[in-house]
Structures are given as C-alpha cells and as structure tokens.
C-alpha cells in the first residue's frame, strides 16, 4: 500500500500495527544487556466483565509512553498484560444475560455495542470475558499502539497460575499471617456470600460501621403474648428491649425520647433467647451477624408509637413517637432521640410538639410531649447551652426534609467530637474531650450489660450481581494485615518506594496502618481455590498481590507440566534455590528471567486503589521477597470525565475507543488523554477538544511533510537559527525531566505546544526559504519526532522515517547538543520580544500610525550600576554604598537612587545564572541587529542610539532608558 502525503490517521496507523505484530517488536526477552538497564512497567490487569472505555485506554496508555521512552533511552523494556476474571463479577453479569436481564442486556448491546447474533457466545463466564478481552480489550489495546509483549498474557482462571496463587497462600499460612475465624464482611444476600469493593456495583466507597446497640426495656410487661392472665409478669430485668443504634454513645444520657415510623414494618422476635423490637429489614441482618434471630410477629410501627421504655444509664423512662423521617433499613430502625445534640432530633422533637393533638391516636398524651425538654450533656465552644438549637439557627432549617440539615449535623457531630467536653454526671469521664474517650464509654456501657453491638452501612451497597450487600459474621479466613511485623515491612516497602506523585506516600502509609483483618475467600465463582479447602476460593483483591512476578516467567512456565508446579517449585523459582533442598531446573532456569525483570520499577494504577489493591501490592511483596525485589515505583491515575460528568458503562455514558479511533486516530486519542492533565490528575473527554487536538496533529503533519518534500538545506547559521537550536536543547532536558517523573502532561506540552510557540516567532523572524533555515527547521523536526514518539508513536515514526530512513523509535532519545546551547541568544531575542511588545502597547495605547521608532538604550553610566547590582546583590544600602564612591555618581543623586531601586526589583525576579547571562549582553548591537524586522513589522523607519550618544530626542525620552528596558519615542 502506497502511503499518501496527506494526513490519513487511520491509514497510516493500520501500516504500523501490522509492522509491529509481524517484527514482533515489543517481545522483550533477557538479550545480554545488564539488568540495570532493564526496565519492567505494568498496569492492573483488566477485569472483563464488560467493554473497554476510554478510561481504560488512559490508564493503559500512560505505562506505554514509559515504556517507549525508556526503549529509546536505550533500556530492554517489558510491559505486559494479562486478565482478571476471579470472582463473581463475570458469573452474575452471565446470570442476568441469560435471565434476560433488561438493564443487563442494554449495558452489552447499547454500551459496549455487543451484536445480538453474539449474545449466546456471552452465556458462560469464560465465554463471557473471551468475548469482551478478544473484542475489545486485546483489540483497542492493539489499536491504540500499546506496545505490550503479547505472549505473556495470561488469565487468573489458568490452571498454571492458580497453582502459582495457591505457593502464595500456603507460604503465608505457614508464616502465621492467615486465621480462620469470625469476621464481620460485606456479604451478598443474592450469592449468600462475601464480597469486595470490586464487586460492588452502588455503594463501592462505603464502609461499615460498628454501633452501640443501647438496650432500652420496656417499662411494663408488653411481649408477645401479653395478655395471657394466668402468665406471671417478667420482672424489668427480662423486658422487651428496644435495641437503637449510635455512633455516639457519650450522648446517650441526653436521650429524651425515641423515634418509630408509623407505617413501617417491625417485628417482635426473639433474638439470642432475648425479646426484641425492631424493624424488620433488621431481623435479617441481625441473623447475619452471628445472632439467632427468630421473628415472633410483625406489627405496624403505629402499634409500637405510644410504648413507655427506660433509658439504661439514666434510668429514666421515655416515650416512643411516631416520625415519617425514621429509616427501617438503617440499623434496628429504632431510633434514640438527643434534641440537645443533634440537629436533626431538634428539628423532629419541635415537629412533634406542633402537631400533639395528632398524637392521640397513639394513646399518647399531648401533655406529655410538650414538656419535653432537650438535655445537654456536654458543652462545647461557639454553642449555647443546646448546640443543636443553635446549628438548626444559624442554617434557617424549619423541617426534617430541609437538605441543609444533613451539613448542619455533620458540623455539629464534628465539632463536638473534637471540642466537645462532657458535664459533671459523666463522674470518671467528666471534663474530658469526646475524642479522647467515646470507646471508653462505649466499652464501659458494654462491661454494665446496657450496650451490645451491631454493624451495619451508612447507604444502600448493590452487589454486581443485583444483589444487597449487608454486614455479616462469617468463619472466614482473613489476611492479617494488623500483624505488627508484616506491618511494619510494609512501611518500609512504602518508604522504600518511589511515590508518583510524592503526595501519595502519606495515602500508602495511612492504609497500611489501620488495615485490619481482610477476609480473601468466597463460597463461588473463578479463580483459584483455597489450597487447603476447595469449597472457598480465593477473592479478587487477594489474588492479585504479586502477579506481576508471573509475568516474567508466564510464557515459559507453560511448558511446565502442571503438576510439577509444586509449592517447592515455586519456592525454588521465587525464593531461590537455597530455599529447598533439591532445587528444580526448570524452576532454575526461569528464576534465572524472574531474577532479570524483577522487581516492577513503575506501577501504573488508578488512585482509588491504593485503599486496597495497591497497599495490598506492597504487603504481599515485603513478605514474601526479599527488600531487592521489592516494587521500586507506583505512579497513580486521576478519574476520567465524559462531558464534564462521571463515565458510567451502566448508564451508556461512555466512549468507547474503537469508535474513538474511527473518528479521530490512535494518535489523537493518545494524545488528548495524555495532554489533558497529568496522569494522577482527573480529566474530561470533550468531543470539541478532541477534535481540535486531531486538527493540531493535521497542522503539524502538514509542516513537516513539506519540510521532508523541500530542500535539506545547509548548515549556515545566523543568530535566529541558534536560537532556534538553543531553545531545542532546552526542550530536550523539559522534556526527558518530565517524562522520568511519569509528568506526561508537561513532556507533551513542551515538545509540541511549547516549541510550537518558538517556531511561530521564528517563522516571523527569518526567510524561511534560506538554507540555514531550512537545515535548522528539519533538525528541530527530527529532534520533536523523537521526543513525540512515546506520545504520538504512528504519526512520529511515519515521519521521522520519510525524515532519515528510520523510525523514531529505533533511534536513541535525544540529548542537548552542548554546542547549540546558547542561553546568551536565547535572553538577547526575549529582549527583542519585549522591545516588539513595548512598541506595540505604545502603538495601540496611542492609536499612532508612527513613520520613525526610536530607541533608546540606557546609557553606559546605568549599565555600571547594574553590574554593581547584579555583584552586590539586591541589597539598596550595600549597592548605595558602592556606587556613591564614584564622584560622578554622587552627582547624579536621586536618579541613581530611584535607579538602584528599580534594578534592585529586577534582580530579584532571577536565579544567578540568568543575571550572569544579562549581565554579558550588548543591548544596542541586538536591537540593531533587528532593526529590519522592527522596520518590517511596523512599516516604519527604526533608529536605534544610546542614551548618552547625544540622539535625537524630540519629547526627552531619552533619559527613561533602563538596562535591557530602552526608552521609546515614536513619530
């Protein structure tokens, strides 16, 4: 196939993605070089249960401009990839699509765009990520130029590679770090099993939290059964409780009365032997969380609103109100009331005492509750007496629905956690700061038999199978990530590591620290088995600690039949061959690869992973391989935006990058989504911007093709070409800096749209058709093309081949030529832009047409005094000090001291080295230099004098002159 001169992306593209397939270009093997020199950079492996989006291909396309810069940096690179099935994802996505699922359905064919002449492909799980990796992942990745070493990929449903999962868990059992045992987790009710983060579908970010389950009775003998005359009363001891939930436990002596909604259900059930009133969404997760729970009747909240039971700390007794704001599915649905602290209970104690007389209905005296009145507990600086009373002021809030309630009480609960300092009755914990002691009370309550414990979720939490995900106690095994040692090797992994960006560090270390227990099983679904149980199997996040160490062996380790794959196998291969006692040679050999790559120098990862993914990536390598094989970088990636909103695959707002590409090119996808924002910065799609950006690339390609097609000109330099030059090499050290920080972004910004500015003014400035312009404008060109290759690989190696016969990316990365570093030519044209822009205000402020310009340069007197600046320092009395001991100085007085102070402000706006360079310029023979451009561009005559050289001075400019600041007068 002919290639065109025109730009034609998608042509061109298809040329180089054959080239590369069929030289298997991007195959990195062990080749003699050190393994200094080699570079190993990964991404997470993708998780297919549905198509690839744009902001897959971000994340993808960041580790391969690394990976391409450090191939021209001279370094044997391997990027790989690989696929993550394990778990339930991919099996309940198959479940809903053979149940006929609508939304299921509308997500594959309208989203991700799936034929319905394939669905039946979809209708297993293997089949079902088959389809999504072949179709969309593999190909976009192709598409996108990613250069990935193919032959190591691999999926976690391979039997090679459980068996390589199953090394992993036994090690870490045999060291102590995996328990069995009860364990509150995020458990599906559809699949009756745990889940993770990752297979939550709404509510990924949430937690569970653990309340102070207070154990208000009922005042009199109301059981179920109540009204059989020949039973005997319980005595208060064994009355129905009344179990409400809080986080504040400090705040329980403030309760003044409790909450119920009136048309929800609620149920009398007999829970651990013990008669309990709650709702009945609660009876279902109570019985999840180790309880036995058996539901005696269910009964409207109407028909509990009216009920008198005792508060346990206080021993006083209060009533249950009926309230529509109360939420059944927020942990027992019984909910205690302090009016004194929170704003939300002030506003709904006020309600109820303006509508009393709709009480009677409940049997409850209007009387009653019109004297209740709040109790404070603690006191707090910046609030009254009731700090809740004085939140619902400041915020204007007359109603329960009023959304400025929720921030009113998130300050409020804040500040009183903070500042809050409990009253006298508190006894041992008086005076003191909630924070400092709110687990103590809660364990005290807890020692005194008033408190139990219940878990439960701030928001609904939806499994990816449709399913709710609630709190359970499961005898599970975990992960103990709060084992001091193990977590103290973290640290040091974390401090070991080279943070991208530095800020993140802190995230790392925070993670670690208050990781708990971390439950690594599931009942069902893909993956690898518990070695020592085949009924569980190992979850998503727990199998994909350290499988980046497979992929250095991957491709070799197939040739291994599976059953050699023991653990001592694996203990020869990963931990080397003094670890057992007769060493296999196969493990030998491909330890010898492992010991090449490995450790990872840069991992590329989403910045909401390392809460989990990425601390747990830390983790596992500081425990299981020594610190030379410990990850040597992480570099995380912001969130993508579609149109200024969140891409969401559910809701078909998406892109997908086939289309993408079909529209614009691989190039310009790449490099938008690379000059949008850093990679650890969030950034929006926006289709105008993206169409501009393939507009750009069209500019560019145009220019170079007819720098190619012309003349290669000559080697003849004047002062404009080295500027040029000078400006280049400074590129080069902007953009190697940034691309060895991951700082894409700047990197792409200085190649193209920086130096883009330079050639604009040069263009200005020189008779393009020269031959030393044309040299000059064709070596810029090469260099660009090298720098761009990582970016924008089709169109930059294209033309650097049409350029010099090779492609950029066999070419080493450039470096700054000494010789065309010139920061003496560089400062002398700023002081010609600055003169163009000085004239230009003055033609414009003035609205003159001027026939003659003239310029004054400062005379040789002031040029003294900034040289004594300039060594002196910026420093008013030291430089007066100097320059007055020349007599003629002296003479000059207030000009030379307003003089000082005008060169003192210059020189502080800049480093040594810049005042080094000013200092040795000659300012008249610059500006004479380019009177003709001056002249050109004004379409007037342009003189150029000294200050001192008795010119012509109409309108005495002359004497406003300042070194490198000419005085200007035009006529």
Known sequence: MEASDGYEPQALEARWRKRWAGSGRYEADPDGRDPEDATFVTVPYPYPNGGMHIGHARTYTVPDVYARYRRQRGDNVLFPIAWH????????????????????????????????????????????????????????????????????????????????????????????????????????????????????????????????????RATSDDSSGAGDE????????????????????????????????????????????????????????????????????????????????????????????????????????????????????????????????????????????RVIEPRAVLTVEGYGEFPAADAVAEY??????????????????????????????????????????????????????????????????????????????????FLRYNDAAWREKAHRAVANLDAIPENTREQYDHTIEWLEEWPCIRNYGLGTRLPWDDAFVIEPLSDSTIYTAYYTI?????????????????????????????????????????????????????????????????????????????????????????????????????????????????????????NSAEPWQDYDWRAEAVAATRDQLERFWNRAMDLIDGPAGERDLERIDRWLLAHLQETVREVTDAMDRFETRKASQSAFYRFEEHLKWYRRRTDLDRAGARWTLRTALETRLRLLAPVIPFASNELHERLTGEPAEDVPWPEPVPALEDSSVIAEERLVKALLEDVRDIVDVTDTDPETIRVYVAADWKREVFDTVVETGPDQGAVMGQVMQNPAHRERGDAVNDLVADLISFVRERDDAALETLAGIDERPVYEASADFFESEFDADVVIDAEDGDPIDPAGKASQARPLRPAIYLE
């Open 230 to 369: 020949d039973r005997e009363p319980k005595p208060e001891s064994e009355r129905t409780v009344y179990p409400m939930a809080t986080l504040r436990p400090e705040t329980v002596r403030g309760v003044t009365n409790a909450f119920v909604d009136p048309d929800a259900t609620y149920a009398r059930a007999t829970v651990d032997g013990e008669e309990w009133v709650v709702s009945f969404e609660a009876t279902e997760k109570l019985a999840l969380q180790a309880r036995e729970v058996e539901v005696l009747e269910t009964v409207l909240g109407a028909e509990i609103a009216g009920t008198r039971i005792r508060n346990p700390v206080t021993d006083e007794e209060i009533v249950v109100l009926p309230a529509d704001f109360v939420d059944t599915d927020s942990a027992t649905g019984v909910v205690m009331s302090v009016p004194a602290h929170s704003p939300d209970d002030w506003v709904a104690l006020e309600t109820a005492k303006a509508r009393t007389d709709d009480l009677i209905e409940y049997g409850i005296d209007p009387e009653e509750v």
């Open 85 to 216: 099935v394990t778990g339930t994802p991919i099996v309940g996505a198959v479940e809903r699509l053979k149940r006929g699922d609508a939304h299921q359905l509308d997500s594959l064919q309208n989203a991700f765009g799936v034929p319905e002449s394939d669905l039946r492909e979809l209708e297993t799980p293997m089949g079902f990520a088959r389809y999504f990796v072949e179709n969309h992942y593999e190909a976009g990745m192709r598409r996108l130029g990613l250069s990935i070493d193919w032959r190591r990929e691999f999926t976690t449903e391979d039997e090679r590679y459980s068996k390589f999962i199953a090394w992993q868990y036994e090690t870490l059992l045999e060291r102590g770090l995996l328990e069995k045992g009860l364990h509150p987790v995020n458990y599906c009710t559809n699949e009756e099993q745990p889940v993770t983060t990752h297979d939550i579908y709404e509510g990924e970010d949430a937690e569970f939290q653990e309340y102070s389950l207070i154990t208000f």
């Open 396 to 477: 204007g809030i007359e109603s329960t629905s009023d959304p400025a309630l929720e921030t009113a009480t998130e300050e409020l609960y804040t500040r009183e956690f903070h500042r809050g300092e409990l009253n006298e009755e508190y006894e041992e914990f008086a005076g003191a700061v909630i924070e400092d002691v709110r687990d103590d009370i809660r364990d005290h309550y807890r020692e005194q038999g008033v408190a139990d414990a219940m878990y439960d979720f701030a928001e609904t939490v939806v499994c990816r199978c449709g399913g709710r995900v609630e709190v359970a106690e499961q005898d599970t095994w």
């Open 554 to 674: 991957a491709h070799r380790i197939r040739d291994v039949p599976v059953e050699d794959l023991t653990r001592e196998f694996f203990d020869a291969l990963l931990l080397g061959p003094e670890s057992v006692d007769e060493p296999d040679e196969h493990a030998l050999e491909l330890r010898e690869e492992f010991e090449y790559w490995y450790p990872v120098d840069y991992r590329c990862s989403g910045n909401d992973l390392i809460s989990n993914h990425l601390a747990f990536f830390l983790s596992h390598h500081a425990e299981l391989f020594e610190q030379a094989k410990w990850p040597r970088g992480i570099t995380v990636m912001g969130m993508g935006l579609l149109e200024g909103e969140s891409m969401s695959s559910s809701r078909g707002h998406v892109v997908l990058p086939g289309e993408a590409i079909d529209r614009y090119g691989a190039d310009t996808v790449r490099f938008f989504l690379l």
